[in-house]
């Protein structure tokens, strides 16, 4: 079973572009999340999406946007990027349940973002 | 709001030592409790999940405890070896399908 696939791995871009990310889950899962890993504030929450629709957001500015299609692959969206931006994007997948505690989380091996 | 902290933030034994990691949390309303694995550069691997009900998941050489009542989760790896050298993070999953992280504990372990 292929496990949860990010591209691209490696994006460098300058401030002010904006950048998308994919991430394609395991098959079968409907969960998808997104979280920024900083060597400073290390892994926050960005969002989270089950079933094409956004469940949950973290503290995040409005220029990280992110949507989920009907196959569960997943998008996120930065828009005018800033340096602060650079960081690991991970996405997680999970089937989503939503009884009990019993989701597993898998997650990708993340796309490095560098902005200069 | 969730607070989860880590214990310590660097760890360095010997092969072949028993060890153990901490994990604090401050508000036990819970869905989860993961611990991951992560080498450098890379992504995360899930190692143990323990419901919020349950108290203790094994899984090999690795154990991983829970109490709600005191905030505390540890992870027990026996018989540590080279191979066990990463970060080990644990991640609480809140009511709203979110998991809130630890900074981690860097785990070296020597030859």
Redesign the interface.
């Known amino acids: 079973k292929a496990g949860v696939t990010q591209t691209p791995r490696y994006l460098i871009k300058t401030r002010g572009q904006q950048v998308t990310l994919s991430c394609s889950p395991i098959s079968g899962h409907r969960s998808v999340s997104w979280y920024q890993q900083t060597p400073g504030q290390g892994l926050q929450f960005l969002f989270e999406y089950f079933s094409e629709t956004q469940r949950n957001k973290g503290n995040f500015p409005g220029r990280f946007s992110g949507r989920q299609f009907s196959n569960s692959r997943s998008e996120m969206n930065v828009s005018t990027l800033e340096l602060g931006d650079s960081a690991l994007y991970l996405c997680a997948s999970s089937l989503g349940a939503t009884a009990g505690g019993t989701d597993t989380q898998y997650f990708g091996p993340g796309t490095r973002l560098t902005v200069l | 709001k969730q607070e989860v902290t880590q214990i310590p933030a660097a760890l360095s034994v010997p092969e072949g030592e028993n060890l153990v990691l901490n994990c604090s949390f401050t508000d036990s309303a819970?869905?989860?409790l993961?611990w991951?694995r992560q080498d450098p550069?890379?992504?995360?691997?899930?190692l143990l999940?323990i419901?919020?009900?349950q108290r203790e998941q094994t899984s090999g050489r690795l154990n991983a405890s829970l109490d709600k009542s005191s905030g505390r989760s540890t992870l027990y790896i026996a018989a540590s070896q080279p191979g066990d050298s990463a970060t080990y993070?644990c991640?609480l999953?809140d009511s709203?399908?979110?998991?809130?992280?630890?900074?981690?504990t860097r785990l070296l372990v020597r030859p």
């Open positions: 819970i869905y989860n993961q991951f550069g890379k992504g995360l691997t899930s999940l419901q919020s009900s993070l991640a999953m709203s399908y979110k998991l809130i992280f630890g900074s981690g």
